[in-house]
């Protein structure tokens, strides 16, 4: 104690102003050890405790937060030492854009926040300069509404279709989930405040999730769960990452150092601070000694048990001081420290029409018979499916954006000029308003926070036959919610209900015999069952959960004012089933928290598929799906030149020219997929290592792409030698319109093996 207090004395000494007053210690840059000295061990303490939160329950009860001081709805804040200026600050969802409070008592000012896509949706433009502009886009919402840091990009790996927030993460393989992340991150970051990489990590599933412990190889982890987040630290150094609620072989995340020490810290460099997902007190002890630095939301209780504990010599205050030092070191960077004035005027303008373009981008063709989209010749159309009247911009729970509106698909055409037939309108309509007015029970799908979609209305035969006389052609949105706290079911979620079974059926029949079209467009956040009806309509246009715009966005696709690129970066299987996680993992769609016990796929979860994930699986068995990884159509067609593959001084570079073949200027993702030489463990036959993206170019025009992969990621990781290993010999790389579609090859030649040892840590707790 006495020396702390001769440092803080020098440290006042040092600063005696011109006139021999002592200034009063405050917060730089440039002397968080002088603060760090000056704390005392209950601000230290304060400073790893998030401010408490009104809305939330405490204990296991984990609620997202609505902080009610400094920008009222936000998820929560760090708290304040005022006497060495350090300020508090502010967390607030994402990821489809800041979630705060629209409206504030006594405030006639609103305060909507732009609704962007998806996650699923922004991923799948494969453009990584697109994400980063709707990050940037997103992250001056953050700095103009008073934030300092979006509690985003989830990145979940897609290990089962049914995760419940799969919408907002971005794909079943960590290359494209690192990479979108960190294009993602790096806009937001742009803007001078921070991310948050969630949920770290293996929160693959939402049923039991701050109870559950995932059971993942050390291979599974490095290759698949951990491999996302490694390639976004290492690319866009986030200000801070989330452990998620979840167990991970073993303890919580957030009380894992393995994982948020040895693994984040010191093998990937990453230097921000770790916060744990919204659950309060756990094992305050343990998560300072893991290496994660926030509890949030916080109580005052884990200011007392960390000063506690300190004393009584449980915790070391070197450990306080380490999480203390990054806190200080994160304060330091955030617009509030730098005293920011926000404007709580972002351009919400400018943000609408980055969002209507976006979304366009990562709309996926699914099919295209005929040509039949972009829409010729028709004027009118009858618009089946209540969702084309309520359009889903984004899914629910703490991912829901407050946003000023969502154009639905009737407005989206009649904008562009088309007619919406009006008896079948004037049906849907009432029938909205007549469900809408019903109470919460008749209602199916919302499960919580977000928007809630009404049941399927059923049209009889007679009403489609009349439909399809008088229009010229149908469009059929089918829509679908999900979100935090519950995970999907197979029958009437994945799979389609029987009154849209029907609806696709009977529309497809009565539009065909009179010659005329029908077109399905999928508003979804999640994969949903395609095998069993997509031979009957025309055309398939898999809109995501596209945002705020999404009917305008939809239009400008329908109509060719945008030719869709968008590609699935996740594999559209068959069925449910097919996937080999499906085996491990909660089939019920039911959430739960608080469950203690021992059961299988609820208290515990074995990853018994290993690295057997999407099209890593489906690829290597040679397993019918309904749309591979990758697909994805347009309105035009692209040929592949002859590539070129480049050995470097550790790796290659490759390129590939990509010719518009067809008749329309478009877009095409080209993803590059190497085999690799047999070696001590089992490959899959192929895997993705890099992709890239044409601009927009007219029919006629190539563009050459380039590939720049690196020999480390080459590597599969040896769990028996805790070694990453890129064997020598012969890499086959494939260029792919998608994985099952390889367009061209060449060689790598690898001349010796190469390893890259880690370390030994996160072994799996039960027999896979
Ligand atoms: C979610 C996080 C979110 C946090 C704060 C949690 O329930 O899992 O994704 O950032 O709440 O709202």
Redesign the pocket.
Known sequence: MKTKKALVLAASLALTGPCGMAQDLTLRPDNIDQILDALTIEEKASLLVGGRNENFAGGNN????GTRDLVPGA??TTRSVSRLGVPPTV?A??PAGI?IAPTRPGDTETYYATGFPVGTSLASSWNVDLVRNVGRAIGNEVLEYGADVL??P?MNIHRSPLCG?NF?YYSEDPVVTGLIAAAYSNGVQDNGVGV?L??FAA?SQETN?TGVDEIVSPRALREIYLKGFEIAVKNSAPWTV?S??NKLNGPFTQENGELLTTVLRDEWGFDGIVMT??IGQRNTAAQVRAGNDLM?PGQDVQIQEIVEKVKSGELAEADVDKCARRMLEYIVKTPRFKGYKYSNKPDLKAHAAITRQSATEGMVLLKNNDNTLPLKDVEKISLFGITSYDFIAGGT???DVNKPYVVDLLEGLTGAGLEAEGSLCDLYLSYKSYMENKKEADRTGGRGWGKEILPEMPVSRTAIDKQAKISDMAVITIGRQAG??HDRKIDDDFNLTDVERRMITDVTDAFHAQGKKVVVIINTGGVVETASWKSLPDAILLAWQPGQEGGNSVADVLTGKENPSGKLTMTWPVAAMDHPSSLNFPLSGNAGFRRRGERENVDYTLHKEGINVGYRYFDTNGVDVSYPFGFGMSYTTFSYSKPVVKAGKDGFEAHVTVTNTGAVAGKEVVQLYVSAPKGDVEKPVHELKAFAKTRTFAPGESQTLTFKVDNYSLASFNEAKSEWIADKGVYAIGFGADSRDIRCKADYRLAKTLSYPVNNVLAATRPL
């Not at 984990?62 to 937060?65: H, M, P, S, W």
């Open positions: 984990a609620t997202v937060g998820a929560g967390l969802d994402g979630r509690l985003a989830g927030r907002e948050s969630k949920h929160n999730r989330m998620s609620y997902d919204w949030e729970g703490s991912g935090e706290g």
